[in-house]
């Protein structure tokens, strides 16, 4: 049984290329947005993810790092054109060994990259309301889905980091021209507080068909998923478990989902309805 969210758009058929870095830009607070050169990229919807490994043609025996590591897709869901390739970008924060490779590849080097994985968001109806809530690295995930519910919907992007140099991806958002709003937890960027915190009034407030979109820490996620039962919202999150292999063969990425049983999130998620986690089972 699947638990992802209903209306999901299909996804394209993955593909394991190594693809080249073109870009490798270093922010502040250990961020870096890794633009990657992938031939035959299929595109992707959003939500989706990638596992990405250093390394290229010349290292398929590498094992340093053993494992890829998933990585949201955060720019470049529009399919290659024929016999092409396509920029794609993923926004990444260091956070050990792998991050810590994957931010110092040059352009030139190769990543070793399969994708696009897992199911997406379901899209944003037109005429609808979205508010869309981002925390940390989860920030990559909603890029595409409030860039295409600009189009035809009324979005609200709240992005929240620990401090303003922690923040991803905050200009790119801020050009799409949805209602966009940052916190930050020591007020040093934006409204000082949670980026959960006046989320119940804001939903409470809202007229009309309304859906929260979600990606972040998980006690952010779970905090989204309370608040959304208490007003009535429907709302989606996008899990970030660890994962060793994407594909559902190591299992490592089970969560346990309330029919019963656990759920692996690199094949049924990372996308769920946030009703269907069991919140209380995950660490
Ligand atoms: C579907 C999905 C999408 C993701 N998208 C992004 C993204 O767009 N940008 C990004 O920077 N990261 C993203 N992540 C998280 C990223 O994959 C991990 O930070 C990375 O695998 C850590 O590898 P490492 O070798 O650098 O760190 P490790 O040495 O493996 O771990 C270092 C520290 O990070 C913690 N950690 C490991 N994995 C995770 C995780 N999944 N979530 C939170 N903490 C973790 C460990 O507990 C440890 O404390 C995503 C994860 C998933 C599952
Ligand atoms: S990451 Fe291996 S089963 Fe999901």
Not at 15 to 33: F, M, T, W
Not at 155 to 163: Q, T
Not at 252 to 270: D, K, N, Q, Y
Request: hydrophobic letters at 40%; charged letters at 20%; glycine letters at 14%.
């Amino acid at each position: 049984m699947t638990q992802s969210p209903d209306a999901q758009r299909p996804s394209p058929t993955p593909i394991r290329v190594d693809a080249e870095v073109l870009e490798n830009h270093r922010d502040a607070g250990g961020n870096h947005c890794l633009t990657l050169e992938i031939p035959g990229w299929p595109g992707a919807e959003p939500g989706q993810f990638a596992m990405l490994k250093p390394g290229g043609p010349e290292e398929s025996d590498r094992t340093d790092p053993l494992l890829p590591r998933p990585m949201a897709i955060y720019r470049g869901h529009a399919p290659a054109q024929s016999g092409g390739a396509a920029r794609v970008d993923f926004l990444l924060k260091v956070a050990g060994r792998g991050t810590r490779l994957l931010a110092g590849a040059r352009p030139g080097e190769f990543i070793h990259l399969v994708g696009p994985l897992g199911g997406s968001f379901a899209p944003i109806a037109r005429g609808s309301r979205a508010l869309l809530v981002g925390g940390g690295t989860g920030i990559a995930s909603l890029y595409e889905l409030a860039a295409r519910g600009a189009k035809g919907a009324e979005v609200e992007v709240i992005l929240g980091a620990r401090r303003a140099e922690d923040l991803m991806g905050s200009d790119a958002f801020e050009a799409l021209g949805v209602n966009f709003r940052v916190t930050t937890e020591d007020g040093s960027r934006g409204l000082a507080g949670r980026v959960t915190d006046g989320l119940e009034d804001a939903l409470a407030a809202a007229e009309g068909p309304t859906t929260l979109y979600a990606c972040g820490p998980t006690p952010m996620m779970r905090a989204c998923a309370e608040i959304a039962a208490r007003v009535g919202v429907a709302c989606q999150v996008s899990l970030e478990n660890t994962m060793a292999c994407g594909f559902g063969v190591c299992l490592g990425c089970a969560v346990p989902v309330r029919s019963g049983g656990f759920s692996l999130i690199c094949r049924a998620g990372p996308v769920y309805r946030a009703e269907d986690v069991v919140w209380e089972g995950l660490p």
